[in-house]
């Protein structure tokens, strides 16, 4: 398969995660959409390890380091995100008015 199919898949992962960023109120919804795009990332890395160089794989090596890193930002997100629901009783974005006097 050539890049450019990876290449439209990864921008159209990226483009829905962009989209779920900005329209979505709930905070479960957010966290998902930058899962989205940090999939998207590591179809890239991958699509161009595979495609410069086949024999070495730098673009794995980073994308396990991207999942890595999103599994952590996903396990604080949740709990700060139950915590909030705990206090709030509701995870709607517009309510997250902690810092506000």
Known sequence: MP???FL???AALFCIGIYGLV???????VLMSIELLLN???MNLIAFSNYLDR????GQ???VFVI???????AVGLAIILSIYRNRDTVDMEQFNLLKW
């Open 3 to 5: 890049l450019q199919f």
């Open 8 to 10: 439209i898949i990864a």
């Open 23 to 29: 329209t979505s109120r709930n905070a479960v919804r």
């Open 40 to 42: 998207a990332v590591n």
């Open 55 to 58: 024999q070495a794989i730098n």
């Open 61 to 63: 090596v980073f994308s």
């Open 68 to 74: 890595t890193v999103a599994a952590a930002e996903a």
